[in-house]
């Protein structure tokens, strides 16, 4: 299901991934048995507002966290420690096209 150029609901009779903006997929998240994956921005579930959608309204078992510039991946999970254990499983993604090689937490080559 595509919805409104924000994001894309991926079902198979298996599983479900939620690809883009969560706040796009509202109208349909009673209609999901279950989200299996969520594919979210780095920055949503340390929102507020966000925080609140992805634990009460959508609830998906996994999530990635994406579009996260690849300078920012160690600051990302020290963002993500304080509130790893009020999601089930969320973990960052590097943006696919983005080179760097990690030598030290912070420091990029």
């Known amino acids: 299901m595509y919805i409104a150029n924000e994001g894309v609901l991926v079902a198979t009779p298996s599983k ?6 969560p706040e796009s997929f509202l109208p349909v ?3 999901v048995e ?3 994956l969520a594919l979210v921005h780095f920055w949503f579930p340390l929102q507020p507002n966000g925080k609140q959608i992805l634990q009460t309204i959508l609830k998906p078992v996994h999530i990635g966290l994406v579009h996260i510039p ?9 963002q993500l420690a304080p509130v790893q254990h009020e999601y089930g499983d969320i973990f960052p993604l590097i943006t ?3 080179r760097g090689e990690f030598t030290a937490p912070g420091v990029v080559r």
């Open 70 to 78: 690849i300078r920012m991946n160690y600051q990302i999970a020290g």
């Open 29 to 31: 998240a009673g209609t």
């Open 16 to 21: 479900t991934v939620l690809i883009g903006e």
């Open 96 to 98: 696919p096209g983005e």
């Open 34 to 36: 279950q989200i299996d």
